[in-house]
């Protein structure tokens, strides 16, 4: 285990501060400490050292008075996460306070945040899937948002470089649509889902099932050990097995001497110097104190997850930034996207009641967009498209909670055979960039140490909508044309942030009058200052977007390298 260095002195000078330390921070810590520079980790919350913090880890839900509900007297701190249906008892201690860290929905929209070493590398879902050439052309050819000012060429070796070393285990298909990463073993389709996959290719040409791409190790890797199919990787995974920044990154930084952390750190704001014109350091308070204190460095990563960056970029205001560090074009904080979430359809699938699969397996199936793909899947009706995600199991103990049978026979019958083969599919949609789509300061409504807030302002428009309705529609067609029976198609409506991938806000583009980054992800009048998580996005394509955050900061950070080197920074 690493043994983290958290002596940040005051007024102490480093090479590189790294302002957050989740999926993104982590990366850019391990990259600026390989590269040799000394590098302070600001973290807003708590220490969480790998294994020694992982409480829960081996619980039961049996353990807990309400089976790992939340209780009632604890449902107010987590008043806004707990909509998502994914906080409990056994992962509680990973989510945010929403008392202490409140905000203002405009209209509404979930915002879930992770404060502690790691971020939400600890509580994610690890579907990780290369961005394609598509992607990075969709605004450029259909006219929404602004044009990236990189192309899937400029990640490829990156994607390679941080596959390698955190673990994507998955199978290799040659579409062009979800380019192949660098796979470990895949993970197995039980065998409803390999009967389904043979019906559903065999009847849409084009369209695929396969196992999801997974940051899960399915063989062992630097030390860590492979995934034992608990199904409780949301309390940390003691084995290493999946990627977090606990397990992966942050003792790989630590190894090399050069990094610090410093927990209990919030950032207050970015400091500007009119002479050099440079950011020189960033200003934090102490959350345990309350003290103000500042921290210098020749440069600058902001990986706080998108919408704390923004607040940040916000609130580091001078002569030169009245509005905000680096807005210049008056785009921080517009074009916040999200991928629509919770449409598809579910039904039960008749045979195989002699066949069960074993263990939990943290993996679901995928199958990719095969929506405008080309002109012979362009659509009239919806710009873009979709993947979905799913998977087959069979009906556990819940099944018997609303018959009328009770006694001896029927407990003995609940417990011996299981219940139904069911068979869903839920779509994630791509949004597009709306300038109106927003968040601002909320100056009027401030948190426990008197920062201002964010009041966010984003809805689903019309082409999101579309989206979603082909969504169900082709959800319902594909599992009748399978062959599943009491099929249900579902569409939740949930606002934007359930699907708790929030990005834009500071996004790159090619010309400062329109976007707020460069092509590497430097600030375009601060090039110090580097934005590589979320809020660096300017599209948002229909897949999990971690794994590019990840090749995205890798490349920065060896660029930054690169240019302190040359004196250039």
């Known amino acids: 285990m690493a043994n983290f260095n958290i002596d940040a002195k005051k007024?102490?000078?480093?090479?590189?501060?790294?302002?957050?330390?989740?999926?993104?921070?982590?990366?850019?810590?391990?990259?600026?400490?390989?590269?040799?520079?000394?590098?302070?980790?600001?973290?807003?919350?708590?220490?969480?050292?790998?294994?020694?913090?992982?409480?829960?880890?081996?619980?039961?839900?049996?353990?807990?008075?309400?089976?790992?509900?939340?209780?009632?007297?604890?449902?107010?701190?987590?008043?806004?996460?707990?909509?998502?249906?994914?906080?409990?008892?056994?992962?509680?201690?990973?989510?945010?306070?929403?008392?202490?860290?409140?905000?203002?929905?405009?209209?509404?929209?979930?915002w879930i945040r992770a404060h502690q070493m790691g971020g939400r590398s600890l509580i994610w879902g690890k579907q990780t899937y290369r961005w394609s050439e598509i992607d990075f052309e969709a605004n450029a050819k259909d006219g929404h948002g602004v044009d990236w000012p990189i192309r899937y060429n400029d990640l490829e070796k990156w994607y390679t470089h941080v596959e390698k070393f955190a673990g994507i285990s998955g199978e290799a298909l040659g579409l062009p649509q979800l380019p192949d990463s660098h796979f470990l073993p895949p993970m197995d389709l039980n065998c409803v889902e390999k009967e389904v996959k043979k019906r559903l290719e065999t009847s849409f040409k084009g369209r695929h099932l396969i196992i999801g791409r997974a940051a899960h190790l399915t063989?062992?890797?630097?030390?860590?050990?492979?995934?034992?199919?608990?199904?409780?990787?949301?309390?940390?995974?003691?084995?290493?097995?999946?990627?977090?920044?606990?397990?992966?990154?942050?003792?790989?930084?630590?190894?090399?001497?050069?990094?610090?952390?410093?927990?209990?750190?919030?950032?207050?704001?970015?400091?500007?110097?009119?002479?050099?014109?440079?950011?020189?350091?960033?200003?934090?308070?102490?959350?345990?104190?309350?003290?103000?204190?500042?921290?210098?460095?020749?440069?600058?990563?902001?990986?706080?997850?998108?919408?704390?960056?923004?607040?940040?970029?916000?609130?580091?205001?001078?002569?030169?930034?009245?509005?905000?560090?680096?807005?210049?074009?008056?785009?921080?904080?517009?074009?916040?996207?999200?991928?629509?979430?919770?449409?598809?359809?579910?039904?039960?699938?008749?045979?195989?009641?002699?066949?069960?699969?074993?263990?939990?397996?943290p993996n679901g199936i995928y199958i990719p967009r095969y929506w405008n793909i080309n002109e012979e899947t362009k659509s009239d009706k919806f710009l873009r498209g979709f993947g979905y995600q799913g998977g087959a199991y069979r009906k556990g103990w819940g099944g018997a909670a609303n018959t009328e049978d009770f006694g001896a026979d029927f407990k003995d019958n609940m417990l011996k055979d299981p219940g139904n083969w069911e068979f869903f599919i839920t779509g994630f949609a791509e949004c597009l960039p709306y300038h109106d789509n927003k968040v601002q300061l909320d100056k009027q409504n401030l948190d426990k140490w008197g920062m201002p807030t964010l009041a966010i302002d984003c809805e689903w428009k019309e082409n999101e909508l579309a989206l979603n309705k082909q969504i169900r529609e082709?959800?319902?067609?594909?599992?009748?044309?399978?062959?599943?029976?009491?099929?249900?198609?579902?569409?939740?409506?949930?606002?934007?942030?359930?699907?708790?991938?929030?990005?834009?806000?500071?996004?790159?583009?090619?010309?400062?009058?329109?976007?707020?980054?460069?092509?590497?992800?430097?600030?375009h009048d601060v090039k110090n200052v580097f934005v590589t998580d979320g809020a660096c996005m300017t599209s948002n394509s229909c897949v999990n977007p971690s794994l590019t955050y990840m090749a995205i900061t890798a490349r920065a950070a060896n660029h930054a390298i690169s240019e302190l080197k040359k004196q250039n920074l």
């Open 474 to 523: 082709d959800a319902v067609e594909m599992l009748e044309t399978v062959g599943l029976k009491d099929i249900v198609g579902f569409d939740k409506k949930h606002e934007p942030g359930n699907g708790i991938h929030e990005m834009g806000t500071a996004r790159m583009g090619r010309d400062p009058k329109t976007s707020v980054l460069n092509a590497y992800n430097q600030i």
């Open 11 to 110: 007024n102490m000078t480093y090479d590189a501060i790294v302002v957050g330390s989740g999926i993104s921070g982590g990366w850019a810590a391990k990259e600026l400490c390989e590269g040799g520079l000394k590098t302070l980790v600001l973290e807003r919350g708590r220490m969480v050292e790998h294994v020694k913090d992982y409480p829960t880890a081996n619980n039961d839900s049996w353990e807990y008075d309400l089976r790992g509900a939340l209780e009632e007297e604890e449902k107010s701190k987590y008043y806004k996460s707990s909509r998502s249906g994914f906080v409990g008892q056994n992962n509680k201690h990973f989510y945010a306070n929403d008392q202490e860290n409140p905000y203002t929905e405009v209209k509404p929209f979930l």
């Open 219 to 361: 063989v062992p890797l630097n030390g860590r050990g492979t995934c034992q199919y608990r199904g409780r990787c949301d309390r940390g995974c003691p084995y290493g097995a999946y990627f977090s920044s606990n397990a992966v990154t942050l003792p790989a930084a630590s190894s090399t001497g050069n990094l610090t952390i410093r927990p209990f750190s919030i950032v207050h704001s970015i400091i500007y110097d009119d002479k050099s014109k440079k950011a020189s350091g960033v200003k934090i308070i102490d959350a345990e104190t309350g003290e103000m204190h500042e921290y210098y460095a020749k440069i600058i990563f902001c990986n706080a997850s998108t919408l704390s960056t923004t607040q940040i970029l916000l609130n580091s205001t001078s002569d030169r930034f009245p509005n905000g560090l680096g807005n210049d074009s008056g785009e921080l904080g517009h074009n916040l996207m999200d991928h629509t979430y919770r449409v598809g359809a579910l039904g039960r699938f008749e045979g195989m009641e002699d066949m069960y699969y074993k263990g939990r397996r």
